[in-house]
């Protein structure tokens, strides 16, 4: 079974400072990587995904995130934080085989606040 | 529409009532997926179509749930004899389909079901 640990319900920092949501997995088989940002009363964008290939992926509004294996990692990093960064972010995985079912098992979120 | 569309935006009903949760995807996807968001939580996967047929419905709690995607389109999902507990947020989504689990699943704003 696969599942998603993210470390830290709430993190808070100031505006330009470095933002880190961590982000664990566990997968018996290759998984495929996600992180969604959900502001309020809006549904969840995607930010970036691996899928294979370079483990270190670019996002949108200057996100990225690295795939790191031996670590069972996807942690998001942004260097400079934003107001407009304030927002829920989740990590989630996706069976890599597929099969009959693409669904998304997802973390339970992380709520980034940024403080001027 | 450009984005994925659900309707109503929120809906207040008393626990034993019915209710159907509509869910319009991007035009020309394949794949439609549900989801609930509990309050604190992650979205949880219901249930994914792909066509009109339900490739995997293993997320459904019990069988007051139930969904269906006539036309391959427009999908809604009901609710028989509501529970306080049915309470939450329901997502819907939707991807093409190209038979990779990479493919990026976009997000409706989603319906607020309350059960008083």
């Known amino acids: 079974a696969q599942s998603v640990t993210q470390l830290g319900s709430h993190v808070s920092v100031s505006e330009g400072a470095l933002v880190l949501l961590r982000c664990n997995y566990s997968?018996?088989?290759?998984?495929?990587l996600f992180w969604y940002v959900q502001y309020p009363n809006q549904g969840l964008q995607l930010l970036l995904k691996?899928?294979?290939?370079?483990?270190l992926v670019k996002g949108i509004n200057g996100f990225e995130a690295e795939f790191k294996k031996s670590e069972t990692s996807f942690h998001l990093t942004k260097p400079s934080a934003h107001m407009s960064d304030a927002a829920e972010y989740f990590c989630?995985?996706?069976?890599?085989?597929?099969?009959?079912?693409?669904?998304?098992?997802f973390g339970t979120g992380t709520l980034l606040a940024v403080q001027p | 529409g450009a984005g994925v569309s659900q309707t109503p935006s929120n809906k207040v009903t008393e626990k034993g009532k019915y209710v159907e949760l509509r869910c319009d995807p991007i035009?020309?996807?394949?794949?439609l997926y549900w989801y609930r968001q509990s309050l604190g939580q992650g979205p949880e996967f219901l249930i994914y179509?792909?066509?009109?047929?339900?490739?995997?419905d293993s997320g459904l709690p019990n069988d007051r749930f139930f969904a269906v995607r006539p036309e391959g389109s427009v999908s809604t999902l009901k609710i028989q004899r509501t529970e306080r507990g049915d309470s939450a947020v329901y997502l819907c989504?939707?991807?093409?389909?190209?038979?990779?689990?990479?493919?990026?699943?976009?997000f409706g704003p989603g319906t607020r079901l309350t059960v008083l």
């Open positions: 179509f792909q066509g009109t047929g339900a490739a995997d």
């Open positions: 035009s020309g996807h394949t794949a």
């Open positions: 989630a995985v996706r069976s890599h085989y597929g099969g009959a079912t693409n669904k998304l098992i």
């Open positions: 691996y899928t294979t290939g370079a483990t």
């Open positions: 997968s018996s088989v290759p998984p495929y």
């Open positions: 989504a939707s991807s093409s389909f190209t038979g990779r689990p990479g493919d990026t699943q976009y």
